[in-house]
C-alpha cells in the first residue's frame, strides 16, 4: 500500500479557490492511478476525480466538471486538486486515494487513503 498525506484544506468563501496536494510514499508512484474523493457529514464517501499514472485520462464527477482540475507531478510524487469557483454544497474532509481495483467510481474499490482534510465553503 501506498501512504498518503493531504494539505491544503481550510476555509474559504464561495467563489474561492484551494488547491490541494497529496504526497505519497511507499511505491513507484508514477504506474499507478491516483483519486480524489470527499466526504460531508452524514452522507457517503463520493468520489471527486481521479487521474492515470502517466496522467493522460482525467475523470470528473458531474458536480465538479468545470470547476475543479485534477493532476500530478510523478517527479515529486504528488497529486493535486485545483478546485474553483467553490460551492458552499462542496464543503467536505477530501481524501486523496491509491491502489484502485476496479471502477474508479466506487470508494470501495481504491485500497489506500490519506487522513484527509478539511474544506469549508462559507456563501
Known amino acids: 500500500q501506498m501512504q498518503l498525506v493531504e494539505s491544503g484544506g481550510g476555509l474559504v468563501q464561495a467563489g474561492g479557490s484551494l488547491r490541494l496536494s497529496c504526497a505519497a510514499s511507499?511505491?513507484?508512484?508514477?504506474?499507478?492511478?491516483m483519486g480524489w474523493f470527499r466526504q460531508a457529514p452524514g452522507e457517503e464517501r463520493e468520489f471527486v476525480s481521479a487521474i492515470t499514472g502517466n496522467g493522460g485520462s482525467t475523470y470528473y464527477a458531474d458536480s465538479v466538471k468545470g470547476r475543479f482540475t485534477i493532476s500530478r507531478d510523478n517527479a515529486k510524487n504528488t497529486v493535486y486538486l485545483q478546485m474553483n469557483r467553490l460551492k458552499p454544497e462542496d464543503t467536505a474532509v477530501y481524501y486523496c486515494?491509491?491502489?484502485?481495483?476496479?471502477?474508479?467510481?466506487?470508494?470501495?474499490?481504491?485500497?489506500?487513503w490519506g487522513q484527509g482534510t478539511q474544506v469549508t465553503v462559507s456563501s
Open positions: 486515494a491509491a491502489d484502485p481495483d476496479g471502477n474508479y467510481r466506487k470508494a470501495s474499490d481504491w485500497g489506500s
Open positions: 511507499g511505491r513507484t508512484f508514477g504506474s499507478y492511478p
